[in-house]
């Protein structure tokens, strides 16, 4: 439990009374309670609220908001603040500002604004996270610590300039070894002095986005900033703890951001929070997927949805409305996979400044009387029905996808083959193959231990890290299920060719030697040609993006491809390795074949739906103790009725009675429990 | 009139002789004559001719250049040179040159490249301007001055930082409010000192065009770069007062040009002028409404066509020759919407340089033997006949549309509902509706007297202004009729919203309040569904952009959307206030919707069409002392007839008897006077 | 011949042995003899390694290379490494690190990276061209120098600026003559000191991509850049030639590059070499142009190619392999054209950094059993087998096309008519129409003698240059056909207007005035109608992006524009003048058009193609002593069969009998010699 004062699934958000009068924050204590709210995040952004100056501190203004919510009956995730630093220290200490990827150094503004690696900086939001975890260490409101918020950006002014050249010869030792890793022979680039060395940006190695002429330095300054703002969270970290060493601590991550390692973050929370803000077009699998990602960045821990809107966003092109029902069945889309917290941003919508049209609890007419209102005090009553019934549940899964923060900087900072290679697409069709017919999965980093697995599937592992070729070896060995993909095994850590053949390090498993790589222009395609008929798998199925051209050293050859100059070659293989099998699909499918691929291989390992996939409806379970929770969540915008085959049972929200069949509105959630 | 010693339309426009040798200058008077110009706008960019440096003044070239156009019978407007300094004074006193929203310091180049608060500039520009007008101040040629020449452009160099500093501190007195509304407790933004404020460009708030964190600096510096050239505008303009009080004083705005404020500028201009640039896909009614605007500007005074192209156009894309006989057209449109000059630029071309390409009355060729000249000689034959028949006349119009530079900055700063929200094209659908069925309409700013108008019409009206919501209540309560739209009412004039529901302060006036916003994504519709037939209006009608869920609070609904979870709620209402009725259309509609429901509102107030509408046929008329001037514009490739009622009259342009109809060639026009 | 020492198709390619250890180099040389390889490129860019600083320089390990080569019968391509400064120097001398054209001072990285008017690096680069040359001088592997790597870009630091001042003064001498070609009194741009001259950038006078506000400034600027770094490139070629004034030397151009003007930079090298990137989609046609727009750089002596792609590139967007049969099929197309080198990027490709997935002779896997290997010593084994047989042969044309960088650079500044314009495209057109009939052109610049072609094209000839209007009349004159179009006879060398009516000074001699210049709008087209069927030519073809619309004072009309306000006046006309014809064509034509006239065009001068046309199947013919050898290649995906009249002959490459008539092999080639 993330903490036993509140032993349900926590319900509130991000509350900024700060900007308002205390007649106001009367008048949210009020709908507060007929919200149900329980949880507020207060103290996001008021670093300048409370020190005007560089000795002048004030927490009284402070105090008195935890107090009144605590009195109230809502608890506090108290926030650092150091999101944004006063203007008054970029004013005085310009090193807090950061320079941007074309090499201005930035004024005052926006938020996400200082530099990882100013003095200045460091010291005064470690200052600040110290004095406050000092003051509030005993306020019985406090639930938890909110350090800073939504880390992200890169800066590359001086001092980052030099941090990186510190943090390359903790890294390389020698210069030596730096121009080996780099092979900065490659266009001259040898260096003889650690100052030669400057940051990659559009004034040096790096154009447009994603674009570098070396990618070993590309990806060590992704690392290095990564590292940099982790650096500024672990100074808060160790501040807080020192006083609070009971209370969690957490930043809210935000979930397929690409700029930060999360996996490598994760580390360092107690607990992982993430900001789920999907749009009207994105896939109900592609959240899924996040959701799954966040909870596998700690093994399997529940994790918190720190923030979601209740309606609208600000920021996007075409801000749409939540339409009735989305905001509670999205809610329980993280609950179901995984989260222990059904939070928003924001409780009350502000006045002025860019986010006075994002989407609050208490919109800007002010009163209980509004169609979101009333679904958010909807969800508040059913939340505290379900009491603490579903925390620290887990969800298992025999099917693991690896994701890899490193893996995608560098494929996509690759200079070939192909500018339309995108990682988290290819990870994402295979997640929605599985999410399609209710298999459950695990999102893992490449540390994972891989034992518990039936399979693991590793689209695009362009980057194989050292002694990771042996771990999946020894996984196929011991009876394991391995998939990877075109463009895999290709590079080591640092982005240097494995020689001898791709897929370099996987080779052996794989059985296989990929000879060329296709890049196919946007509007060709080729074709999987299956061999024979295998499961539902039959014909041929379109293909595309890069074409492997493959030669089996060893493996069955399932598939062929249909067209072109490599007509005939292998597509699709799998390779008996120890009492195991590896796959390799050397292209990218269309969905109908990857379900296919893997409902069969899901077969093979004995893995079945718990329920038959019904089109629109996900599925999620959740167990403890031998107990089961399933969630049916209904996406369509028509009632859908789903075969549960002979359980008896009832929906947990509303009480109703179940038996053999569940029939669910349009945008209708079922929670049942199943011993 | 403008200048009595030229009491017909002025017929001329941009003339640089200073690039020519005499040779050509005397071939330049003899073809002027045979095109009938009798004006030509001199000096607008020669300031480093006639300083070539800090000490030294030279006007010889300016005195034989002024007299010698005398001499042969044409007037002189003469501008002052200010548009672009000379290379000598960016190089001596580089705080001239402007920095860009980039932040970047740029160098000697271009034109409009002056900064507004570079104390340098605003030195040397008022000399000049002094200097010349004391020495023409009794020049006979002289009919206006011109002063500096199409301002535009921002800069955010260190010294318009300072002065925006201190234009706050007079705005706002205190930090105290200053904070208050800009908001700055959000993102903690808080200012304790004005020096902590810096200019809002790419390097602090804003990003892209026009995205920007705090909608309130950004706003308030829009208002201060517009006041700050206002004000190199105003020092030129009481330097040359102080000589020639009795001349007429005007720079050439640019119609629809966003950055400045032209209602605030327009206090400061004896006479509009502007220049009218369409292109071949430029709808007519946009032109017809920049046209009505300009002449709004200063309350339906005659203004000036200060520039137009005899034919091409150098700076788009693709630079279509304007067909024969639409350079006519166009200018009698000009003249039919209140202008009293038809002027040009260029009267020659240029040798060299971008502007090489761009049209001119005498092209290269140096003759008179071409399609554009013999045109243009045309219609200089046809203004000198016309005489001083039109000036001064005025447009009449019961119909007024608001149109309110700081509201638009504001709505397109605004951060969501959706980017496709345009200000102009909403204000256009509304106008052209009413166009199309030959309403004569007024552009009016939000200062403008309401009570002279039966029907005012104020398009996504976002931001009210102090005393502006009343003084609407007025108007209606008297018995006029308002028609508004969604999106307004929401915000103060610092981007502040107005609590307590939308539409804010006009909620009361139209009986209404809008819960939610919805933003559609380019691709949807919904319809506006009519409750019953009224007038032409019946069934249902496309719509899209935003769509504001409203409730009545009692005004009548008119018409309901038709789809989506907001089915049958109001999309058009109508509350009676006082003697008059406020109209809510809470969507964007189609354009048949549009006018089917203007058409029923001006037959409610008795406003009719003096002559049936024609598709492609231009209505406008100019009145003086019960005189009307009817203007009949054929804008179609092709033949059009026009019933006029039991009128015998003639066409004043060729003295042509006219009864009954009139018959307008393909690009044809009419003037007729009528009692 | 380019060297006597290897007297046959040099074959071989860039070589980077410095980035691998000493068994890969062993490896290496068993491979480049299975593959045929003689001639090895290296030191490209190795500046870093040979000098560590700014004292120490180590050639040892290049002998060792030089050595090994020379061992193991490969020659040595030696290059100077210039084409990148090594980090040092950036560190040390700033000087030699650019700005760009946004104005930003570049840090380190990249290549082609250094200022050309850097003061270090012309010291330094000369220096070590001249020890290289010092010590390599006597080594009998070097057959020849391969001076820096594809010299490009623009540099705008302060040490340009300056430079840019003296090169205007040694052009103009003063500014009275400066202030005139720039025709700087427009927008009031008069310079009285040299210093108030600035770099025309982003800064200043340009933005975007050729958008610019002085047209005459922004051409000089080109010149001057392409002058300096010309210059960089001689002060090498000097210091090289000092100590081996027998050994060509070259360097790689870019063929259609934009930036530089190679007719001038041709005069400086021995022999041109150039580096040859089409992609999937680059029509062949225009590749071919290219190779013999690189011939005809030195008046069409043979050239080298320097660098082509095995199969991969991986700058591309979409970076497809080259099919079967292609990378030689292009390689030929090379030799027909004019080459007597066939030579890669890469022989070995590089492990880490941007380009290690451009294809190379061997790839990653290391061995030689690959396809692309396998191809690669197919060819080496027909390229020996070729021996001297075609080195110093000619390719004979009697159709010349004009091609000017300068003309280039003013078409695509100009501000209008229409941003459509693109001088490439419209100068392959023409070429295009003369490929697919098998007609040889020989590319010319400007100031090649016409006196040798009966038919010279020069489509788009804006820029007359001083002089070249005479040369044309003479050709025509003494009887040869000259083919113009429209926006033709504009300018002078200064972008100054040639007044008195378009064409200017080819107005004579086209018998033609061009009154205006209609630009058409993308979707919009016009048609050419032909007065009378002429050969092929009857009825109706399409045209568009540009209209002139001309009057006769003499052509005799061919053909009409159908339709718009034009309809009926010429489109296309010829003139007699002395015993020659003068053609205009007023509009941009669909290619069916275009092959008709220069078919109707060659027939008139007796030129026919050798061997009838087949579409997809290229011919050439290089010639030497009344000997031809005729290429034939087909780049279709399908067999094809060319008559080749009553020749027995035999294919060099199989020596398989040829009798009437030859079949292809998809992607197949034939080379027959004909006596």
């Known amino acids: 439990m993330i903490n036993e004062k509140l032993p349900k699934i926590w319900y509130g958000g991000d509350y900024n009374p700060e900007q308002w009068d205390k007649e106001v924050m009367n008048e949210d204590m009020r709908m507060f309670k007929l ?26 203004w402070l105090d008195e908001i935890i107090d009144k919510l605590y009195e109230n009956g809502t608890y506090v995730c108290l926030a650092t603040s150091t999101g944004a630093h006063p203007a008054w220290m970029a004013h005085k200490y310009p090193d807090v500002l950061r320079v941007d990827f074309h090499g201005r150094k930035r004024k005052f503004g926006g938020r996400h604004n200082s ?10 939001s470690t200052l600040l996270a110290d004095k406050l975890a000092e003051r509030y260490k005993d306020h019985p409101a406090i639930l938890i610590w909110h350090v800073s918020n939504e880390y992200g950006g890169y800066c590359y002014c001086d001092q980052c300039e030099d941090g990186f050249r510190k943090w390359l010869q903790e890294r390389y030792t020698t210069l030596e070894t730096l121009n080996k890793v780099w092979n900065t022979s490659f266009w001259g680039h040898t260096f003889y002095e650690w100052e030669e060395i400057v940051s990659p940006n559009a004034l040096s190695e790096e154009w447009g986005v ?13 690392r290095f900033m990564s590292d940099s703002m982790l650096e500024c969270y672990k100074l808060e970290y160790n501040a807080i703890k020192k006083h609070t060493p009971d209370l969690p601590i957490t930043t809210n991550l935000m979930g397929l951001y690409k700029e930060l390692d999360y996996f490598k973050w994760a580390k360092y929370l107690d607990v992982i929070s993430w900001d789920n803000y999907p749009s009207l077009d994105t896939p109900i699998s592609l959240t899924a997927m996040t959701h799954d990602l966040m909870r596998g960045l700690k093994q399997g821990q529940p994790f918190m949805l720190m923030e979601q809107t209740p309606s609208q966003q600000n920021w996007q092109p075409y801000n749409s409305l939540k339409r009735p029902g989305v905001m509670k069945l999205w809610s329980y889309q993280a609950v179901a996979r995984g989260a222990d917290t059904v939070m928003f941003f924001q409780l009350r919508r502000s006045v002025g400044a860019c986010e006075k049209y994002h989407g609050a609890v208490i919109e800007h007419v002010g009163h209980e009387h509004t169609r979101v209102f009333r679904e958010c005090a909807e969800l508040g009553t059913e939340l505290h029905k379900l009491s603490d019934k579903l925390l620290d549940t887990r969800v298992e899964a025999k099917v693991a996808i690896v994701f890899d923060w490193e893996n995608r900087w560098a494929v996509e900072l690759s200079s070939g083959p192909t500018v339309a290679l995108k990682y988290v697409d290819e990870v994402h069709k295979y997640y929605d193959a599985l999410f399609q017919q209710n298999i459950q999965v695990d999102m893992i980093g490449v540390d994972a231990e891989l034992s518990g697995y039936d399979i693991v599937i590793a689209p695009v592992l362009y980057m194989i890290k050292q002694g990771y070729a042996k771990r999946v070896e020894d996984f196929v060995h011991a009876g394991g299920t391995f998939l990877t993909t075109f463009f895999s095994g290709i590079v080591n850590e640092n982005d240097i060719v494995t020689l001898g053949g791709y ?7 794989l059985g296989i030697w990929a000879e060329e790589i296709d890049a196919l222009f946007p509007d ?3 074709q999987i040609v299956m061999s024979e008929q295998w499961g539902e798998l039959e014909g041929e199925y379109q293909c595309g993006v890069l074409c492997d051209i493959i030669h089996s050293e060893g493996a069955e050859i399932k598939a062929v491809y249909g067209s072109d100059f490599y007509t005939g070659m292998p597509a699709l293989t799998v390779n008996t390795f120890g009492s195991g099998q590896a796959w390799y699909v050397a292209t990218s499918p269309e969905p109908s074949f990857l379900q296919g691929l893997l409902r069969q291989l899901c077969q093979d390992k004995g893995i079945i739906a718990p329920i038959a996939a019904v089109p629109g409806v996900e599925l999620s379970i959740r167990s403890k103790n031998m107990e089961n929770y399933l969630f049916l969540l209904n996406h369509n915008e028509h009632e859908a009725t789903v075969e549960i085959g002979n359980l008896r049972t009832s929906n947990l929200i509303t009480d109703q009675k179940i038996e053999n069949t569940v029939t669910l509105p349009a945008k209708g959630v079922v929670i049942m429990k199943k011993h």
Chains 1, 2, 3 share one sequence.
Do not use: H, M
């Open 503 to 509: 897929p370099g390090e996987l080779r052996k498993l």
């Open 35 to 60: 919200a149900g709210i329980d949880v507020a995040t207060v103290n996001v952004f008021s670093w300048a609220r409370q020190q005007k100056n560089e000795d002048t501190y004030d927490f009284s």
């Open 524 to 526: 060709k395609r080729n």
């Open 210 to 222: 994603d674009n570098t002429n070396f990618q070993g330095i590309s990806l060590d300054y992704r």
């Open 115 to 124: 530099c990882p690696n100013s003095p200045t900086y460091r010291k005064y």
